[in-house]
């Protein structure tokens, strides 16, 4: 079975610019979430869907929106980007049970100039 | 303020010994740990968990231990091998029913494991 996949896989903007990044969960997985990861850092949660619901946010900007569509895929979206939002984004797909394990897909790496 | 605490940024150990990767957290809402290893380029790849009920829980050469009452766990690798050299991320979840749906990551110990 295939992984959790995500486009593009790097990604240059300039500041001002506006970013669609998108994920396509393992099959039979209805969550998916998108997190943020810095250089020196570990992941940080950004957004939870579920049945095209959102679950939760994280401390993020209003700059940042996310969407699941019903093939349970999803995009996330940055407004504005800054430098700081320099970073691998990560996308992580769930069966939704009470193990709260998700799986990763391999990141789309955003450089802001 | 940092609810997952990984402490060591890096270790190294040589082939066939014992690698031990530790984790702090301060939230008592914590209720289940995962164990994620990350190569360059890649995303994290999900190793071992372990809830809140357990104090141990064991795959092949991966163990994990959890001290509730101290808030610390940790991962033994053994024996460790080369290709186990990575990142290694340290998260956790709260108890939300069926919506554990936010990670909490520590920051990441680079395990390296010398032939």
């Known amino acids: 079975d295939a992984g959790v996949t995500q486009s593009p896989t790097h990604l240059i903007k300039t500041r001002g610019q506006h970013v669609t990044l998108r994920c396509s969960p393992i099959?039979?997985?209805?969550?998916v979430s998108w997190y943020q990861q810095v250089l020196g850092q570990g992941p940080q949660f950004i957004f939870q869907y579920y049945e095209k619901e959102e679950r939760g946010r994280g401390n993020f900007p209003d700059r940042f929106s996310a969407r699941q569509f019903p093939n349970y895929s999803s995009e996330l979206n940055v407004n504005a980007l800054l430098l700081g939002d320099s970073a691998l984004y990560l996308c992580?797909?769930?069966?939704?049970?009470?193990?709260?394990?998700?799986?990763f897909g391999p990141g789309t790496r955003l450089l802001v100039l | 303020d940092q609810q997952v605490k990984q402490n060591s940024p890096s270790l190294s150990v040589q082939e066939g010994r014992i690698s031990i990767l530790n984790c702090d957290y301060t939230?008592?809402?914590?209720?289940?740990f995962l164990w994620y290893k990350k190569y360059p380029a890649e995303g994290p790849t999900f190793l071992i968990s372990i809830s809140s009920i357990k104090d141990k829980n064991e795959d092949g050469r991966f163990t994990v231990f959890l001290n509730k009452s101290a808030k610390h766990l940790s991962l033994h690798i053994v024996p460790s091998q080369p290709g186990d050299s990575a990142v290694y991320f340290c998260a956790a979840s709260p108890n939300s029913g069926g919506s554990n749906y936010k990670l909490t990551f520590g920051k990441g110990t680079l395990l390296t494991v010398n032939p």
């Open positions: 099959s039979g997985h209805k969550s």
């Open positions: 939230n008592s809402m914590f209720d289940y």
């Open positions: 992580a797909s769930s069966p939704y049970t009470r193990d709260g394990t998700q799986y």
